[in-house]
């Protein structure tokens, strides 16, 4: 329930449920699902606006997952933890976790992983000082065309919403807006309230 509620970034909803499944864990020493319900809570965390509480929690995650040999979802926190870096305001510390997680997820053969571990490095590469355009823009065509290809719809919105920012900022309006309404339509489907909000206020 949690997951279903980060998604359609309904952070509060999402929070009430990852908290009380952690809770859980802790209070009978469930260790198995221990780092996968407090990195997802940590991601929560920081999207909601709780970046270091988020932060925290992802790299504790991350370390007991790491100490315990449960590498499960691992490759999907190091992901998170590159999107809460960036939003810390912390690029290169972003950077590094999002390499990390592209190398791992090639490893592992988790091509899903990979599409998300691209789009942070295209966030990332669009937000460093002196953004490369070029290089953000080839990172969110790999991601975009790997998510299309896995139908990751949510993956897909957030894509043509990142390429619409790029294209905004780089003065070609019409491609801007193209994809950002296609980002806009593709929330709306999937009920994603708060993202649709956000694509619409970077349309106008």
Known sequence: MGFAHLYQGRFDDAAVSLERGLDVCRRWEISLHRPWLAGVLGYTRALSGQVSNGLT???EAVDEAQRSGRLA???WRLTRLGEASLLAGRP???A???DRALEQSRKCGERGLEAWALRVQAEVASAQEGHAPAQARERYDEALALAQAL???PLVAHCHRGLGRLYGRGGDGEKAREHLTTAATLYR???MGFYVVQA???IR
């Open 57 to 59: 929690l992802l790299h």
């Open 73 to 75: 979802s691992q490759t």
């Open 92 to 94: 290169d510390e972003a």
């Open 96 to 98: 590094t976790w999002a």
């Open 151 to 153: 139908e990751m719809r």
């Open 189 to 191: 489907e999937m009920d």
């Open 200 to 202: 619409e206020a970077e």
